[in-house]
């Protein structure tokens, strides 16, 4: 879940870079400033999200393969 937000996170912002170009080059009207500063930490937040999902998921993925084995092993039986 957390690895489809921080990938839709990043998907946002991308989007948020084309509205500011369009907005900057065609309507030429963009707030001076607010796009250099709200845009990156949009796309750090996204790309921080979707590392500590994909870490996550690594991690589930380790308990679940450490859950699923035995005991112990018998080796020979008397």
């Keep these: 879940m957390i690895t ?3 990938f839709l996170v990043s998907a946002f912002s991308f ?3 084309i509205w500011v170009l369009f907005g900057r080059i ?3 009207a963009v707030i001076p400033g607010w ?4 845009v990156p ?3 750090l937040g996204g790309i921080q999200l979707l590392s ?3 870490l996550g998921e690594y991690i589930a993925k ?3 393969e450490t859950t699923q084995r035995p005991r112990y092993f018998v080796e020979t039986v008397i």
């Design 62 to 64: 380790i308990y679940l």
């Design 41 to 43: 930490i949009y796309f």
């Design 15 to 17: 989007f948020m870079i």
């Design 26 to 28: 065609v309507m030429n």
């Design 52 to 54: 500590i999902g994909v």
């Design 35 to 38: 796009a250099s500063s709200v």
């Design 4 to 6: 489809l937000l921080g």
